[in-house]
């Protein structure tokens, strides 16, 4: 389903005959103008009034350009929920007929959208990133009154799990969270930390006995990396011990089948100086310490495939629009930006060029927009 097509599903928040202009066109120009390199309601109005002739030729435009101040109300008082649904249903043409193999949950705040004045809390979005193709599938705001654990369930809800692997930091560790991955067919590698007090301490005794016999007699593996680079050098040790069924015997994780360890021990390359850190994670199966590394690695892959991207390239964090719902709908539209950009590399640059090429070339800005993704 091409974009257009799904933007024509949202329900216009504004009341019926009094409107000068189409929601699906300030949908549009916005889309096109974040790509491009707007950050704000007055620079979508000017990018749409500089390219006002090129809109013509695909949007009726009855009024012309919106104003800024039509496009900031319009983005306040459009349903989250809706425009969430909109990228969820225009995503998985994406993702039709491609095995998504390992997705990532975690969060981001956009700092910027906190308004002290009106005691506002910033936004925070939970993204559920597909690791191997780059793509947010879905994302979920965080309850003003709760954290990322009551959001969770929701996203978790909208993916199709059946097959895939689900990483998630040390607070999406919950039983629910755990059971519910596997229900929709799903494997989980859930990262352990105090929060589950009882649990952590069990198997980090159980690796530290383990380790003092040697692993003898137990369903153990290992694999070491050993990296070079910003300065330093790291190893990481990765260990799973299979057959840990026994840490939840009344079956509560959903089919706790293994746990797992890494090591990281770093050294500076220019004052000798170590540090390490020791990680631990619950695994839903028996996965080789190679499948184990790739996806405890991966996970983190979100910080500089995901959020790096949108702090440095998108300026998220500068972004001081707070009224309403524009703060969450805004996050979105830089996620399906950021989705077009991606998939399309017939521009062989990074994303920052990209964007000034899609400002520069209206062919290569409407190949993006229709999905026309040709090599």
């Given at each position: ?160 799990l059946a097959g895939a692997i689900v990483s998630i930091d040390a607070i999406g560790c919950q039983k629910d969270i755990a059971r519910q991955i596997k229900e929709q067919g799903g494997e989980y590698v ?149 989705g077009l950009l991606k998939q399309g590399a017939r521009i062989k640059r990074g994303i920052k060029t990209r964007r000034k090429i ?18």
């Amino acid at each position: 389903m091409l974009l257009v097509e799904c933007l024509q599903c949202i329900a216009d928040p504004r009341v019926e005959g009094k409107n000068d202009h189409r929601l699906v066109d300030i949908l549009v120009i916005s889309i096109c103008a974040i790509i491009c390199g707007a950050e704000y309601w007055t620079e979508i109005e000017d990018f749409g009034k500089c390219k006002k002739r090129w809109f013509r030729s695909f949007l009726k435009l009855p009024n012309g350009i919106p104003s800024h101040d039509t496009i900031g109300r319009v983005f306040a008082a459009i349903d989250p929920k809706q425009l969430r649904q909109c990228y969820a249903d225009w995503i998985q043409g994406f993702m039709k007929g491609v095995d998504v193999h390992h997705i990532c949950l975690d969060g981001k705040t956009v700092r910027g959208s906190r308004h002290a004045p009106d005691d506002k809390k910033p936004v925070h979005m939970i993204s559920a990133y597909a690791r191997e193709s780059g793509l947010v599938l879905t994302q979920g705001k965080v309850d003003d009154t709760s954290n990322e654990i009551g959001a969770l369930p929701d996203i978790l809800s909208r993916l199709m799990l059946a097959g895939a692997i689900v990483s998630i930091d040390a607070i999406g560790c919950q039983k629910d969270i755990a059971r519910q991955i596997k229900e929709q067919g799903g494997e989980y590698v859930l990262s352990l930390k105090g929060n589950q007090g009882k649990l952590a301490q069990d198997v980090e005794h159980h690796f530290e006995c383990a380790e003092r016999d040697q692993f003898v007699l137990l369903d153990h593996d290992a694999h070491t990396t050993v990296d070079g680079g910003h300065g330093r050098v790291e190893t990481r040790r990765y260990d799973v011990i299979g057959e840990a069924e026994w840490l939840d015997p009344e079956k509560r994780w959903g089919g706790l089948a293994a746990v797992g360890r890494v090591v990281s021990e770093r050294i500076s390359k220019a004052d000798g100086a170590k540090s390490s850190e020791t990680r631990y994670y619950i695994l839903s199966k028996r996965f080789t310490t190679e499948e184990f590394a790739k996806t405890s690695r991966s996970h983190w892959g979100i910080e500089n495939s995901l959020h790096w991207i949108l702090d440095v390239a998108f300026r998220e964090d500068d972004c001081r629009i707070h009224a309403g719902y524009a703060a969450e709908n805004f996050a979105v539209l830089r996620h399906i930006a950021l989705g077009l950009l991606k998939q399309g590399a017939r521009i062989k640059r990074g994303i920052k060029t990209r964007r000034k090429i899609a400002g520069w070339d209206e062919n290569y800005l409407l190949e993006l927009l229709k999905g026309d993704f040709h090599a």
